[in-house]
C-alpha cells in the first residue's frame, strides 16, 4: 500500500494517518479547514467514556486498548515535538446512584477499577464541590489530555514523518473505477491514491451518501464553558447528568456539555451559557470567583449507539471509513486509528472489527 489518502485532519484523522506514516506508507490529508480545530478542539478530552457502563462492550474494547496506550503517546508526542498533550490521571467521580449495580458488573466484566464511595471519600478526593453524594462511584485510573495541545502535537509530528496536510481542501467526490475508489477529487484537483479512509467526523455521511449504506452519522451540537481558575482549584474530574468538570494542569476548568441537534450550526446561545454557569457554580461555587474566558461550541458525530464506523466499504475496493465516535473521539481514537489502518494494510487487526463494519447491528 504506497499513498493513503485520508479525508478529514480532525484527531481521528491525524491519528489514522500518524498510524500510517509509521508504517511506512506515503499519506496526503484533506482537511476542509484548519487541522484539529472542530470536534477535536472543541471537546474535554477525558480519556474515558462518559458513564462508560452504558455502552455497548464494542465501544469498551476500544476505550480499553486506547487508554493502555496513551501515556506512552503522550510522552512521544511531547518529547518528539515539544508540545506537551498533558496527559494527567487524575481520576473521574461519577455520580449515578440508581446504576451503581450495573457499573460494578461492567467494571467486573472488563477487569476496570470502579469503587464507590461515600460523601466523606468524596470531600476529601474533591473539597471544592459543593454537596458530595453519599453514593458516588470513583474511577482513579481515568486520565485527560488537553485536546487542543494533542491535535497540535499531531500536526507538527505528521510534519516530521513527511505526511502532507493539505487544509482549506474540501473534498467533494471519491473518484472511482469500477468497484474501486481511485481518490478524491478537491478545490485543488485530482489526487489518486491507493485506498481512501474517510475521517470526517460528522460531514462523513455527506461525502458517502450516494454510497450502499451510507453511515448514519450526524451532527450534534455541544457547548462548553471555560473558567480562568488557579492552579488546583478543583482537582477531580466530576460526573453528573452527562455535565462534567475538568481541571487542567494550569488551574483552567472547563464545564459542559450540552446535547443539541441543531444540524451544522456551530453558534454558541446565551441560553446554553447561563444553563452551563448556573449549573457549574452550584456545584463548584469557587468557580464564582473566576471569570469565564471562553464560551464555545462543536459539533460532535454521532452514531448509533455510539458505536463508530471502522472498516472497508462492502462494495468498493480501497475505500473505508473511521468515523462517528461521538463524545468519544479522544478516548477511541487510538485503537480506532490503529484498527482501520490494520484493516487497511491487511495486517491482524488488534481487535475484532467485526461490530464496527459499515453493515454492523448497532444498539
Known sequence: MNHIIIVGGGAIGMLTALECARAGAQVTVFERGETGRESSWAGG??????FPWRYLDSVTRLASWSQQVYPEL???????????PEYTPCGLILIAADETE???AWADRHQRVVEQINAATFAELEPKAAKP????????TVGQVRNPRMVQALR??????????????PVGTLLHDGDRCTGVRSATGDTEGDAVIVCAGAWSTGLLSDMLSPPAIEPVRGQMLLFRAKPGTISRMVLEQNRYVIPRRDGRTLFGST???AGFDKQTTESARDELYEI???????LKAYEVEAHWAGLRP?????????GRHPEIAGLYVNAGHFRNGIVLGPASARLVTDLVLGRDPIIDPTSYGWTAARG
Open 45 to 50: 478530552g477525558i480519556v474515558s467514556p462518559l
Open 74 to 84: 503522550a510522552d512521544e508526542l511531547a518529547a518528539d515535538t515539544g508540545i506537551d
Open 102 to 104: 450495573q457499573a460494578m
Open 133 to 140: 453524594a453519599d453514593d458516588a462511584l470513583w474511577m482513579p
Open 156 to 169: 507538527v509530528r505528521l510534519g516530521q514523518l513527511g505526511v502532507t496536510v493539505r487544509t482549506q481542501s
Open 259 to 261: 446535547i443539541e441537534h
Open 280 to 286: 457549574a457554580t452550584s456545584r463548584f461555587p469557587v
Open 302 to 310: 454521532s452514531s448509533p449507539a455510539g458505536v463508530p464506523y471502522i
